[in-house]
């Protein structure tokens, strides 16, 4: 301290100790490097380029030390840039949403990240429109109609809350009061187009001279309400109201015997036991009356099924059937059984094959089994198996016959002659009729059956199969057999 304060003496008071401190540091080497400034600077974008889905442009932004400036983008799924050049290219219609950034030297601090904000418009424009506006009276409902020129689904809200109400993917218009019904549809566009602009159409809501009852309702639809065997869902489609407000709804079945009443659509109809063999219409109710009924729906529903055939030989992997098909449980009848084969032995070793069926070509009658079996192929024909009795064949298709040689087996015979293998393939399912949800009996599940033919596959000229002995007397080509279906309401 002595050796400071002498030396403080001689250069004088204008020479303060942390002066004279910085200058002992600095001449210690180069251990603390130099100075940092730290100045302020700041980044600024040019002009956004135009963007258009799948072109390219440039972005280019400044910062005011003169150091490069370095780019990213903050909206990786619409568009990407090169860090160094700015270049832009663009992904997908939307907003591309451009940073920049500085990370500041030993003269600058790092600059605040700037952004540029353009919108990457869509390779296509597409427009909408509407079909002629309907009639519509206060209290009434009725369905508007507008296409998108790009085929996408278009959605509707009502500009007009006070006048009348709409449902956004049915477009079902309900009139609340007198005036101008003004119903507005849109399409946002995706990848391959732009937004449509919204158009808009004007109904006008009249208020009908005198009362009187509603009219028959129309677009009267009927599916299973759930899992549950005995409910119903109706839903009512447009109604006229007849001048005054629809009061409610009653749903009656035929055969005759079930009732249901509601104010609001769809309308929950329970039945004793089992909704199977019903079919179901609708009647509005206003001050005036009844309306007539409606026509009979039958109930239509779509279910969900996931079939499974343990294979001994390829464990853990099983053969899996996972589908869907459509019942009409008035009728008591399955269509549209469509799904993929997930077959363990087809394909190269360790693969998968999945195989699309989509031709539902047979459905036999199980009264014994309390249903039906549906059979869903891979091609529009039930060929499958060898139907020659020399190898063992019978009728071409049917599970356990044969020894399950490919249907053409061999691919030449005597003098040339012969089918080449047609890869053909098919699962069978059953179906509950009245009740579609409910676990399989092993008696239903052994009637369960699949077959895999598909040329490429690692059994040769044998098809790869699930049976049971007690469905079909034989069990599958690799041992395998069904174990399992479950069917879930979609």
């Not at 508007?144 to 085929?151: D, E, I, K, L, P």
């Not at 602009?197 to 509603?214: D, E, L």
């Not at 363990?344 to 999945?354: A, D, I, L, N």
């Amino acid at each position: 301290m002595r050796i400071i304060r002498d030396i403080h003496k001689e250069i004088g008071l204008g020479f303060s100790l942390a002066a004279f401190a910085g200058m002992l540091l600095s001449g210690c080497g180069g251990d603390h490097g130099p100075a940092v400034e730290a100045r302020p600077q700041t980044i600024t974008f040019a002009a956004a380029p135009a963007l258009t889905l799948f072109g390219a442009a440039s972005v280019s932004a400044t910062a005011s030390s003169g150091l490069a400036v370095t780019y990213s983008s903050t909206t990786p799924a619409v568009c990407s840039v090169d860090s160094s050049t700015g270049a832009v290219t663009d992904i997908a219609a939307g907003v591309c949403i451009i940073a920049a950034n500085q990370s500041g030297n030993t003269t600058f601090a790092p600059a605040p990240q700037a952004t540029q904000s353009m919108i990457v418009i869509g390779s296509t424009i597409q427009s909408i429109s509407f079909t002629a506006a309907p009639a519509l009276t206060i209290f009434s409902s009725a369905t508007v109609s507008a296409t998108a020129s790009s085929g996408l689904a278009v959605t509707y809200s009502s500009t007009t809350p006070a006048i009348c109400s709409v449902a956004s993917g049915t477009a079902l218009v309900t009139a609340l009061a007198a005036g101008d019904c003004i119903v507005a549809a849109n399409q946002a566009g995706d990848t391959n187009y732009t937004a449509a602009p919204q158009v808009t159409q004007t109904i006008t809501v009249s208020v009908p001279s005198g009362g009187s009852v509603p009219g028959v309702p129309t677009g009267v639809t009927a599916t299973a309400a759930g899992d549950a065997p005995n409910t119903v869902a109706v839903t009512i489609g447009p109604t006229s109201s007849g001048g005054s407000p629809i009061t409610g709804y009653t749903v009656t079945s035929s055969p005759a015997g079930i009732t249901a009443a509601g104010t609001v659509s769809p309308i929950t109809v329970t039945c004793p036991s089992s909704c199977s063999g019903y079919a179901f219409s609708a009647i509005a109710t206003n001050s005036a009356g009844n309306s007539a009924p409606s026509v009979q729906a039958d109930v239509i529903t779509r279910y969900s099924v996931v079939e499974r055939f343990y294979e001994p030989d390829t464990q853990p992997r099983d053969t899996i059937f996972t589908g869907s098909f459509t019942l009409n449980s008035t009728t008591g009848t399955v269509s549209n059984l469509t799904g993929s084969l997930t077959e363990s032995m087809t394909g190269t070793v360790g693969s998968m094959t999945e195989l699309y069926l989509d031709h539902q070509l047979s459905v036999v009658p199980a009264p014994a089994l309390g249903g039906l079996l549906v059979t869903t192929f891979l091609l529009p024909a039930t060929n499958t198996f060898s139907n020659n009795p020399l190898y063992g064949g019978t009728d071409g298709w049917a599970p356990g016959t044969g020894n399950g040689l490919y249907y053409g087996f061999p691919t030449t015979g005597p003098g040339g002659t012969g089918i080449p293998n047609p890869g053909n393939a098919y699962a069978r399912i059953f179906v509950n009729t009245a009740d579609p949800t409910a676990p399989l009996t092993q008696a239903q599940i052994d009637k369960l059956a699949y077959a895999d033919c598909a040329a490429g596959g690692m059994m040769g000229a044998t098809c790869m199969t699930g049976t049971t002995v007690a469905g079909y007397g034989s069990i599958g080509a690799m041992s395998g057999y069904p174990v399992s279906q479950v069917t879930t309401k979609q």
